[in-house]
T-cell receptor, first 115, second 112 residues
Framework: GAGVSQSPSNKVTEKGKDVELRCDPI?????LYWYRQSLGQGLEFLIY????????KSGLPSDRFSAERTGGSVSTLTIQRTQQEDSAVYLC?????????????FGPGTRLTVL | DAKTTQPPSMDCAEGRAANLPCNHS???????VYWYRQIHSQGPQYIIH???NNETNEMASLIITEDRKSSTLILPHATLRDTAVYYC?????????????FGTGTLLAVQP
């Protein structure tokens, strides 16, 4: 079946502009995650949505970052007033939520370049 | 911070078993050990997970020591396509959040 999809695959923007990144999770997955990976670095957790519960925003690096998930499905990560240090690959993942088991399925990512 | 320690890189000959170690000495009793890998320019891929017992699936085997302070991921017959960064992760949180804390991982290079 279809996996996690993300759009756009690449985004180049100028410093100070706002950007929106989209994630379509696997159908039926109630949990959705955003991570980012800077060049040569490991993955950094950003935010987590689970059903109708309040999202875990503990990984968002600043108030310029926000995310929402509409209708329990599609999610949008918004970065306002982008900075060069925001350049990274932004990865989305989704999973079922059944007890402690947590296999996350990752999308291909959006490569963001801030000039 | 990641709760695991892995060697930064390893080599393995094609067709041989690849044994990737991971230390997680501060693991809690209810925390699972997960392994993911990331092939260049792709998103991470789940491999296997375990709590106490050794586990095996079609991709790999996971050996967890009795004291649970370390584990080894075994790829029984490594191929060139197994070249990737392998992440050992101890799952944090319980119920309310299931975020994965990725460390720097081990770059496995399978040599022809």
């Amino acid at each position: 079946g279809a996996g996690v999809s993300q759009s756009p695959s690449n985004k180049v923007t100028e410093k100070g502009k706002d950007v929106e990144l989209r994630c379509d999770p696997i159908s039926g997955h109630t949990a959705l995650y955003w991570y980012r990976q800077s060049l040569g670095q490991g993955l950094e957790f950003l935010i987590y949505f689970q059903g109708n519960s309040a999202p875990d925003k503990s990984g968002l690096p600043s108030d310029r970052f926000s995310a929402e998930r509409t209708g329990g499905s599609v999610s949008t990560l918004t970065i306002q007033r982008t900075q060069q240090e925001d350049s990274a690959v932004y990865l989305c993942a989704s999973s079922h939520q059944r007890g402690p088991y947590n296999e996350q399925f990752f999308g291909p990512g959006t490569r963001l370049t801030v000039l | 911070d990641a709760k695991t320690t892995q060697p930064p890189s390893m080599d393995c000959a094609e067709g041989r078993a690849a044994n990737l170690p991971c230390n997680h000495s501060t693991i809690s009793g209810n925390e699972y050990v997960y392994w993911y890998r990331q092939i260049h320019s792709q998103g991470p891929q789940y491999i296997i997970h375990g709590l106490k017992n050794n586990e095996t699936n079609e991709m790999a085997s996971l050996i967890i020591t009795e004291d649970r302070k370390s584990s080894t991921l075994i790829l029984p017959h490594a191929t060139l396509r197994d070249t990737a960064v392998y992440y050992c992760i101890v799952r944090v949180g319980g119920g309310a959040t299931n975020k994965l804390i990725f460390g720097t991982g081990t770059l496995l290079a399978v040599q022809p």
